[in-house]
């Protein structure tokens, strides 16, 4: 009988992959547990298993002191020595405790605490095994499907392939072989642990460390990554040797090398770019297909960069609902802003525009005092146009400046620019300079704007009689009162009336 006990503790060991003296030692505690559920006390209570006799024996455990301070676990000296005179302080006294008695729900509980016991030392088992793995490629069996997830046969345990881990492209079979990659190991998970990936960029780097020798033995390098399962990929590679080529050695002749990784993708479109150190060539690269004008850095610290392409190729550098540039952003790491030629030029020019444009000063603003618009000044707030681009949180920010002011500052702000005074300061310019020096030359270039007539001697005439009246103080206010017109001088109705 004891050898039989034994003989299914070692057989359990080997199908759960864990050691025999864990089996053991779950033994040992369910029967500890059962025997305090049927004594109910709170002694020290300890199992011990015989292999010779198959016996699982339960004892009562008190430790010897000088005083007693909880007689359910302690033993004064001279109690002791009337059991064992040799005993001394510290020793341990064991009783024995029959286990005879024990009846079928102590028995039902001992089995649910061994159930437990094996099952955590084989998920510590399974844990120490596979989360050294992670990355690793492996080939395993779909076994079933729990709802949108596939459970997956790894051989000594249960994988879960989750809907989120799965490729777009791929449909899946129960009993079907497939390669993945171990994404993770959950500890805390109540299924299976060890979750696995087809969607994982590590899938297609372990795929060409399979089909191309020069990355497998380290003179050519995968450095980066980036992948959209199931519709593209893009993969930075890098040569240790200069007279290896990367992108050509995971090509492979007539392409034979990255087609079986294709294959096994189910078609998913791979992007192989050379690595670079420098950002700018790199980022010109991983938008490849497309043709990129110029590479600009705007912001070292945030890795944000700004890229001009021409505007045939800027629906190209985007990619179908922005992939490709989305994915060049994750194989660099860096933020990606594309934009056309055109688009950048018309940026400059706003730009140009906005710093030679005339500042409108804050006190054109009517229905604002001027106590608040010297505190608007103090927040280094001086022209209208900087005002009107601030948020109501920003102006609420200026001490003084509170919610009802915010609201007053921004009605005078519409109202300045609905009613077109902004345009009035640059058609007064115009006006000032048709106006600017005297009469005499605003009579000549009306001359020499009816001088364009045929008929040159009617013409003479009409501008010498106009700066002889020009000439007279009483002709000046009539003289300005032409030039303030700007349609007069060319008035085509005085050449026709001379010639007739």
Known sequence: MANLLYQQIEMLSREKHIEPEVVVSAIEDAMVVAARKYYKTEEDLRGKFNQETGQVDVFSVVTVVEEVADPTREISLSEARRKDPSVEVGAEIRTPKPTEVLGRIAAQTAKQVILQKVREAERDTIFNEYH??????????????????????????????????????????????????????????????????????????????????????????????????????????????????????????????????????????????????????????????????????????????????????????????????????????????????????????????????????????????????????????????????MTPEQLMEIPGIGEKMVDKIYQAVNQFYESGAGAAPAEGAAAEGLVEGTGDEAVVEAGETTGASPDSEATDASSEARASEAASPEAAPESETTAESPVAPAQPEKPEETNS
């Not at 050294?132 to 080939?139: A, C, D, H, I, S």
């Not at 992948?227 to 995971?250: I, L, M, N, Q």
């Not at 110029?294 to 609902?321: F, M, W």
């Open 132 to 389: 050294n793995r992670v990355g690793e490629l492996v080939t395993v069996i779909i076994k079933r499907a729990e709802g949108p997830d596939l459970i997956v046969d790894m051989g000594r345990t249960e994988a879960r392939l989750p809907k989120r881990e799965q490729s777009k492209l791929e449909t899946y079979n129960i009993g079907e072989r497939i390669r993945v990659v171990i994404r993770m190991v959950d500890r805390a998970a109540k299924g299976p642990q060890v979750v696995v990936s087809r969607a994982d960029a590590a899938l297609v780097q372990r795929l060409f460390e399979m089909e191309v020798p020069e990355i497998y033995d380290g003179t050519v390098q995968i450095r980066a990554a980036a992948r959209e399962a199931g519709e593209r990929t893009k993969v930075a590679v890098f040569s240790r040797d200069k007279d290896v080529d990367p992108v050509g050695a995971c090509v492979g002749m007539k392409g034979m090398r990255v087609q079986s990784i294709i294959r096994e993708l189910r078609g998913e479109k791979i992007d192989i770019i050379p690595y670079n150190e420098e950002t700018v060539a790199f980022a010109q690269k991983a938008l490849s297909p497309a043709k990129v004008s110029r590479v600009q850095i705007t912001d070292p610290e945030n890795h944000k960069l700004e890229v001009i392409v021409e505007d045939s190729q800027l629906s190209l550098a985007i990619g179908k609902k922005g992939q490709n540039v989305r994915l060049a952003s994750k194989l660099i790491g860096w933020d990606i802003d594309i934009k056309s030629e055109e688009e950048k030029r018309r940026e400059i020019e706003a730009e140009m525009t906005a710093l030679t444009a005339p500042a409108t000063p804050l006190t054109a603003l009517a229905g604002v005092g001027p106590k608040t618009i010297e505190k608007i000044e103090a927040a280094g707030i001086t022209s209208l146009e900087q005002l009107a681009g």
